[in-house]
């Protein structure tokens, strides 16, 4: 049972457009949602994220849309470069308040092209 | 610069053959992680240990093994069980406390079984 859905599978965006990029998930006890970024040959790193506490956070291009009510959160590109094409990752998990975490489980990934 | 060492970054193997794929960080991290990835799969979690001497298998453990016999390493044996190890598997640390259990990624080493 896959607990974190990531659509679409591949997205394209012409240079300056608005890349967005959907993650739903089942676990209502999941508690902390980053978003990562791969590029080819590479592992991916950490980019941006959100506890649910808050519905936005915002760093430079890269906003985060969360909705708790529906169990959605979605990653934001504003005025999209080449140099973002990449894929792109949402994650959950549950953070323990005592240290450590469970349950972190990715979404299947989007591979995102900015054309030019 | 801290981070995390993983090699060889290609690797070649025959059928039937054990290889050891090497994960090192130096970021003092108490969680190390090893996933697979494999197109249109996303990241699946092989084995992660929180402890030194102590790990837990994940979601596809089934023909791999793992050792964490020091803080800094946590080596991955593909077996000549696993029935289809080409892939790319990529290793990955947390800090263990609150608030900051987030992720740190290698590099990546792809296996291919020829």
């Known amino acids: 049972q896959q607990q974190v859905k990531q659509s679409p599978q591949s997205l394209i965006v012409q240079k300056g457009g608005i890349s967005i990029i959907n993650c739903a998930y089942e676990?209502?006890?999941?508690?902390?949602f980053p978003w990562y970024q791969q590029f080819p040959g590479k592992g991916p790193a950490l980019l941006i994220a959100?506890?649910?506490?808050?519905s936005e956070k915002k760093e430079g291009r890269f906003t985060i849309s969360f909705n708790k009510s529906a169990k959605q959160f979605s990653l934001h590109i504003m005025d999209s470069q080449p140099g973002d094409s990449a894929t792109y990752f949402c994650?959950?998990?549950?953070?323990?308040?005592?240290?450590?975490?469970?349950?972190?489980?990715f979404g299947k990934g989007t591979h995102l092209i900015i054309q030019p | 610069d801290g981070g995390i060492t993983q090699s060889p970054k290609y690797l070649f193997r025959k059928e039937g053959q054990n290889v050891t794929l090497s994960c090192e960080q130096n970021?003092?991290?108490?969680?190390m992680y090893w996933y697979r990835q494999d197109p249109g799969q996303g990241l699946r979690l092989i084995y992660y240990?929180?402890?030194?001497?102590?790990?837990q298998k994940g979601d596809i453990a089934e023909g791999y093994s793992v050792s964490r016999e020091k803080k800094e390493s946590f080596p991955l044996t593909v077996t000549s069980a696993q029935k289809n190890p080409t892939a790319f598997y990529l290793c990955?640390?947390?800090?263990?406390?609150?608030?900051?259990?987030?992720?740190?990624f290698g590099a990546g080493s792809r296996l291919t079984v020829l």
């Open positions: 990955a640390s947390s800090i263990v406390r609150a608030g900051a259990n987030v992720l740190t």
């Open positions: 676990n209502t006890a999941f508690d902390y």
């Open positions: 959100i506890r649910p506490d808050v």
């Open positions: 994650a959950a998990f549950i953070m323990y308040s005592g240290g450590g975490a469970d349950g972190l489980t």
């Open positions: 970021l003092n991290h108490d969680a």
């Open positions: 240990s929180q402890i030194v001497n102590d790990f």
